[in-house]
């Protein structure tokens, strides 16, 4: 039994299915498979579809598919409305064959299972339900869900939700509030392109965002080297100094700071270069031993030399010949175990009164 799960409705469904002899077991062709054999029930309903219509038998006649053996099948369109209503999202079904020929028997079986959910807007594509918040429905607008924030980090806003004058008032990591306008930083007006002139004059202009932004690198600094032990009074100045960043304009930062990250990395690369092959992490795989070890194949492991003159191909073919192969001839004293095929003697013995084994040939070829 095929059990389909969840199924975009208006799908083809292919229901494959096997059939074997009740004495032996192996494949077998039915016969009398026709979509009248084929029934549909909904739910726990025990009325069948009443249409046959949507149902195709796979391969012409849905026996022995593809010329295999015991394969049979047979499809199910989920659009087809013959019966209207039958098909619906969020419905449960049964597919059952009854009845069919198998092995001179009359059978009946339960073919496949699947249930009906929405219709894929693109094929492999899922819907997904947005249509509850917080265990409540939600409105949509141009395909948008629209929802009331109230929290923000875990605390409630006051007026329930986030507002221009909220944002306004917020603390800015404990620097100052969001309304940078307030502090002479506003981005109104002309001034939205000048904001960014720290680049190539001098970063003291009031308003322009070089300004702002050495300010915070001053007052990081100063916190970063004082946490450092360094108890030195600084200035605005001094502090960049103090790492080599003295500068008019932003290009002569970016010029520091660059230099500084240089050192930093040959300092880091005189190390590495004490590694092995000159100091590349990737080519320590290419020594010698890994390299062998990366040519050792199955082909080398099974043609190796395991016991005397034997491999160890040769001697799991023996050892499966003792274990699981026909044998004969034990009450004349000269047992025999055959090969898998049965084309050959494995294990040619002689044995005593007792059963021992007093001479015995082998063949692993």
Known sequence: MICFGNVPAGSV???????????TGASITLTGLAVTDIEVYKGTSMTQRASDNGYALI?????????????????????????????????????VVSSVTIDSQTVSFVAATFRLVAAESAAGTPKADVSMFGGSA??????????????AAGTA????????????????????????????????GAGVLAIWDAATTALTT????GKFLLDRIDVVLSSRLAAAGYTAPLDAAGTRAALGMAGANLDAQIAALAAFVDTEVAAIKA???????????????????IAALN??????????????TFDFQEMTRIIFAACAGLSSQHELGTPKYRDAADTKNRISATTDVNGNRTAIVLDGS
Not at 295 to 308: E, K, Q, R, T, W
């Open 13 to 23: 469904l292919p229901v494959i299915f096997d059939s074997f002899a009740g004495g």
């Open 59 to 95: 391969d012409t006649d849905g026996i022995d598919l593809d010329g295999i053996t015991g394969i049979h099948g047979f499809s199910i369109d989920t659009s087809d409305n013959s019966d209207a209503g039958f098909y619906a999202a969020g419905s449960f079904y049964t597919v």
């Open 138 to 151: 939600g409105a949509f607008a141009g395909g948008r869900p629209e929802v009331n924030t109230t929290h």
């Open 157 to 188: 806003w006051g007026s329930g939700a986030i507002t221009a004058a909220a944002i306004d008032a917020g603390a800015l990591n404990g620097k100052g509030d969001w309304n940078i306008g307030k502090t002479g930083y506003a981005l109104s």
């Open 206 to 209: 009031a308003g322009s965002i």
């Open 271 to 289: 190390v590495t270069d004490q590694l092995p092959n000159g100091g590349s992490l990737s080519s320590l795989a290419t020594s010698a031993q």
């Open 295 to 308: 040519d050792l194949s199955v082909a080398d492991i099974i043609a190796g030399i395991s016991d005397g």
